[in-house]
Protein backbone atom coordinates (compact mmCIF):
# COMPACT_ATOMS: atom_id res chain seq x y z
CA UNK A 1 0.00 0.00 0.00
CA UNK A 2 1.21 3.57 -0.20
CA UNK A 3 2.88 4.86 2.76
CA UNK A 4 2.36 8.41 3.61
CA UNK A 5 5.19 10.45 3.82
CA UNK A 6 4.50 12.57 6.32
CA UNK A 7 8.35 14.07 7.78
CA UNK A 8 9.59 16.74 6.75
CA UNK A 9 12.09 14.58 4.95
CA UNK A 10 11.09 11.68 3.97
CA UNK A 11 13.22 8.52 4.35
CA UNK A 12 14.56 7.10 1.00
CA UNK A 13 12.48 3.78 1.01
CA UNK A 14 8.90 5.87 1.76
CA UNK A 15 10.10 8.15 -1.40
CA UNK A 16 11.03 4.86 -3.51
CA UNK A 17 7.79 3.09 -2.36
CA UNK A 18 5.62 5.96 -3.89
CA UNK A 19 7.55 6.97 -6.61
CA UNK A 20 10.45 9.27 -5.46
CA UNK A 21 7.71 11.66 -4.34
CA UNK A 22 7.03 13.09 -0.97
CA UNK A 23 2.86 12.50 0.61
CA UNK A 24 2.25 16.79 -0.16
CA UNK A 25 3.79 16.35 -3.33
CA UNK A 26 1.29 13.65 -4.46
CA UNK A 27 -1.63 15.14 -2.67
CA UNK A 28 -0.81 18.38 -4.57
CA UNK A 29 -0.99 16.66 -8.23
CA UNK A 30 -4.13 15.18 -6.70
CA UNK A 31 -5.74 18.00 -6.69
CA UNK A 32 -4.62 20.41 -9.32
CA UNK A 33 -5.54 17.03 -11.85
CA UNK A 34 -9.23 17.42 -9.65
CA UNK A 35 -9.33 20.82 -10.50
CA UNK A 36 -8.56 20.70 -14.48
CA UNK A 37 -11.60 18.35 -13.98
CA UNK A 38 -14.16 20.40 -11.84
CA UNK A 39 -13.33 23.16 -14.39
CA UNK A 40 -13.89 20.67 -17.61
CA UNK A 41 -17.66 19.78 -15.65
CA UNK A 42 -18.81 23.50 -16.25
CA UNK A 43 -16.58 24.80 -19.20
CA UNK A 44 -18.22 25.70 -22.58
CA UNK A 45 -17.83 23.30 -25.23
CA UNK A 46 -15.45 25.18 -26.92
CA UNK A 47 -13.03 24.82 -23.98
CA UNK A 48 -13.08 21.14 -23.51
CA UNK A 49 -10.02 20.62 -26.12
CA UNK A 50 -7.68 22.60 -24.30
CA UNK A 51 -8.53 21.76 -20.95
CA UNK A 52 -8.05 17.80 -22.26
CA UNK A 53 -4.37 18.99 -23.90
CA UNK A 54 -3.62 21.01 -20.68
CA UNK A 55 -4.44 17.39 -18.56
CA UNK A 56 -2.27 15.15 -21.03
CA UNK A 57 0.31 18.04 -21.05
CA UNK A 58 0.61 17.74 -16.90
CA UNK A 59 -0.31 13.83 -16.87
CA UNK A 60 0.20 11.79 -19.75
CA UNK A 61 3.18 9.72 -20.31
CA UNK A 62 4.66 6.98 -22.45
CA UNK A 63 4.75 3.31 -20.50
CA UNK A 64 4.33 0.01 -20.15
CA UNK A 65 1.67 -0.84 -17.98
CA UNK A 66 2.30 -4.44 -15.80
CA UNK A 67 -0.81 -5.53 -13.67
CA UNK A 68 -0.50 -8.73 -11.44
CA UNK A 69 -3.24 -10.91 -10.32
CA UNK A 70 -2.59 -13.26 -7.55
CA UNK A 71 -4.46 -16.68 -8.65
CA UNK A 72 -7.03 -18.72 -7.20
CA UNK A 73 -7.32 -16.38 -4.01
CA UNK A 74 -11.22 -16.27 -4.45
CA UNK A 75 -11.21 -20.15 -3.52
CA UNK A 76 -8.70 -19.91 -1.11
CA UNK A 77 -10.56 -17.16 0.96
CA UNK A 78 -13.90 -19.25 0.88
CA UNK A 79 -11.34 -22.08 2.15
CA UNK A 80 -9.40 -20.47 5.24
CA UNK A 81 -11.04 -16.81 5.71
CA UNK A 82 -9.94 -13.63 5.20
CA UNK A 83 -6.92 -13.03 7.67
CA UNK A 84 -5.66 -15.53 5.77
CA UNK A 85 -5.93 -13.93 2.02
CA UNK A 86 -5.03 -10.62 3.60
CA UNK A 87 -1.65 -12.17 5.19
CA UNK A 88 -1.22 -14.25 1.67
CA UNK A 89 -1.41 -9.96 -0.11
CA UNK A 90 1.07 -8.57 2.13
CA UNK A 91 3.55 -11.46 1.46
CA UNK A 92 3.23 -10.72 -2.26
CA UNK A 93 3.54 -7.00 -1.58
CA UNK A 94 6.72 -7.71 0.36
CA UNK A 95 7.89 -9.76 -2.79
CA UNK A 96 6.94 -7.77 -5.63
CA UNK A 97 8.40 -4.13 -4.32
CA UNK A 98 11.68 -4.55 -4.25
CA UNK A 99 11.79 -6.23 -7.79
CA UNK A 100 9.64 -3.86 -9.43
CA UNK A 101 12.34 -1.28 -8.24
CA UNK A 102 15.27 -3.02 -8.76
CA UNK A 103 14.00 -3.46 -12.76
CA UNK A 104 13.13 0.73 -12.95
CA UNK A 105 9.69 0.14 -12.49
CA UNK A 106 7.07 2.67 -10.19
CA UNK A 107 5.03 0.86 -7.91
CA UNK A 108 2.28 2.67 -8.79
CA UNK A 109 -0.78 1.30 -6.26
CA UNK A 110 -1.97 -2.25 -4.85
CA UNK A 111 -5.65 -3.01 -5.21
CA UNK A 112 -7.01 -6.12 -3.18
CA UNK A 113 -4.83 -8.97 -5.07
CA UNK A 114 -3.52 -6.61 -7.84
CA UNK A 115 -0.90 -4.43 -8.48
CA UNK A 116 -0.35 -1.93 -10.87
CA UNK A 117 2.92 -0.69 -11.79
CA UNK A 118 5.02 1.21 -14.74
CA UNK A 119 8.25 0.32 -16.55
CA UNK A 120 9.87 2.38 -19.36
CA UNK A 121 9.88 -0.13 -21.49
CA UNK A 122 8.26 -3.93 -21.64
CA UNK A 123 11.76 -5.43 -21.59
CA UNK A 124 11.75 -3.89 -18.18
CA UNK A 125 8.03 -5.37 -17.22
CA UNK A 126 8.60 -8.83 -18.69
CA UNK A 127 12.41 -9.29 -16.58
CA UNK A 128 10.10 -7.91 -13.76
CA UNK A 129 7.55 -10.44 -14.28
CA UNK A 130 10.16 -13.16 -14.23
CA UNK A 131 11.67 -12.43 -11.51
CA UNK A 132 8.85 -12.32 -9.42
CA UNK A 133 7.41 -15.51 -10.83
CA UNK A 134 11.11 -16.69 -9.81
CA UNK A 135 10.43 -15.32 -6.29
CA UNK A 136 7.22 -16.88 -5.84
CA UNK A 137 8.30 -20.22 -7.02
CA UNK A 138 11.52 -20.42 -4.57
CA UNK A 139 9.44 -19.59 -1.61
CA UNK A 140 6.39 -21.95 -2.49
CA UNK A 141 8.89 -25.04 -2.27
CA UNK A 142 9.40 -24.26 1.25
CA UNK A 143 5.78 -22.48 2.35
CA UNK A 144 2.56 -25.25 3.03
CA UNK A 145 0.50 -25.61 0.19
CA UNK A 146 -2.10 -23.76 1.52
CA UNK A 147 0.31 -20.64 1.37
CA UNK A 148 2.00 -20.97 -2.47
CA UNK A 149 1.29 -18.18 -4.67
CA UNK A 150 1.25 -17.75 -8.16
CA UNK A 151 0.36 -15.23 -10.35
CA UNK A 152 -0.75 -14.29 -13.53
CA UNK A 153 0.59 -10.40 -15.10
CA UNK A 154 -0.02 -8.83 -18.42
CA UNK A 155 1.50 -5.99 -19.76
CA UNK A 156 0.18 -3.12 -22.25
CA UNK A 157 2.52 -0.53 -23.62
CA UNK A 158 1.07 3.14 -24.27
CA UNK A 159 0.36 6.60 -23.31
CA UNK A 160 -1.55 6.95 -20.12
CA UNK A 161 -2.38 9.68 -17.61
CA UNK A 162 -0.65 8.93 -14.50
CA UNK A 163 -0.39 10.43 -10.85
CA UNK A 164 2.71 8.60 -9.55
CA UNK A 165 2.19 6.39 -6.80
CA UNK A 166 -1.66 7.27 -6.86
CA UNK A 167 -3.38 5.75 -9.73
CA UNK A 168 -3.22 5.41 -13.70
CA UNK A 169 -5.55 5.55 -16.47
CA UNK A 170 -6.26 4.47 -19.85
CA UNK A 171 -6.29 2.52 -22.72
CA UNK A 172 -2.95 0.71 -21.83
CA UNK A 173 -4.00 -0.02 -18.06
CA UNK A 174 -7.50 -1.64 -19.39
CA UNK A 175 -6.33 -4.02 -21.56
CA UNK A 176 -3.32 -4.73 -19.19
CA UNK A 177 -5.95 -5.90 -16.75
CA UNK A 178 -7.66 -7.41 -18.79
CA UNK A 179 -4.64 -9.60 -19.52
CA UNK A 180 -3.15 -10.48 -16.61
CA UNK A 181 -6.80 -10.65 -14.13
CA UNK A 182 -9.46 -12.22 -16.95
CA UNK A 183 -6.97 -14.15 -19.93
CA UNK A 184 -3.76 -14.99 -18.27
CA UNK A 185 -3.47 -18.48 -16.59
CA UNK A 186 -1.97 -19.35 -13.35
CA UNK A 187 1.59 -18.54 -13.24
CA UNK A 188 1.33 -16.83 -17.17
CA UNK A 189 2.39 -13.44 -18.81
CA UNK A 190 0.52 -12.27 -21.52
CA UNK A 191 1.29 -8.68 -23.14
CA UNK A 192 -0.07 -6.74 -25.78
CA UNK A 193 0.54 -6.29 -29.78
CA UNK A 194 1.71 -2.98 -28.75
CA UNK A 195 3.60 -4.40 -26.33
CA UNK A 196 5.22 -7.13 -28.15
CA UNK A 197 6.46 -4.23 -30.71
CA UNK A 198 8.14 -2.00 -28.02
CA UNK A 199 9.48 -5.37 -27.22
CA UNK A 200 11.09 -6.25 -30.25
CA UNK A 201 12.98 -9.32 -31.44
CA UNK A 202 16.51 -9.01 -29.85
CA UNK A 203 15.03 -10.48 -26.03
CA UNK A 204 15.81 -14.01 -24.96
CA UNK A 205 12.28 -15.11 -24.18
CA UNK A 206 9.92 -17.21 -26.18
CA UNK A 207 6.70 -15.40 -27.57
CA UNK A 208 3.59 -17.83 -28.51
CA UNK A 209 0.72 -15.80 -30.42
CA UNK A 210 -2.80 -16.49 -28.53
CA UNK A 211 -6.50 -15.01 -29.74
CA UNK A 212 -8.98 -14.60 -27.35
CA UNK A 213 -12.87 -13.91 -28.23
CA UNK A 214 -14.26 -11.43 -25.06
CA UNK A 215 -17.53 -10.47 -25.92
CA UNK A 216 -17.31 -10.91 -29.25
CA UNK A 217 -14.57 -8.87 -29.60
CA UNK A 218 -11.10 -11.07 -30.97
CA UNK A 219 -8.12 -9.70 -28.67
CA UNK A 220 -4.81 -10.77 -30.07
CA UNK A 221 -1.77 -11.52 -27.12
CA UNK A 222 1.44 -13.01 -26.59
CA UNK A 223 2.19 -15.32 -23.85
CA UNK A 224 6.03 -14.66 -22.80
CA UNK A 225 7.64 -17.86 -22.30
CA UNK A 226 11.53 -18.60 -20.72
Not at 110 to 135: C, M, P, Q, R
Request: charge should be negative; glycine fraction near 6%; aromatic fraction near 8%.
Amino acid sequence: MIKPCLTTLPDEACLRQNGGMSFPKRVAIMHRLNALLDHYLTAPQEELPAIEQVVWSNFGVERAVFVLDMSGFSRLTRRYGLVHFLSMVRRMQQVTLPIVQNNGGQNIKYDADNLFATFASTAEAVKAAFEIKAAFAKGNEITDDSRDIYVSIGIDKGKILLIPGKDLFGDAVNIAAKLGEDLAEKDEVLISTNAAVDLGKEHPWKMEQRHYNVSGVTIQAYAVQA
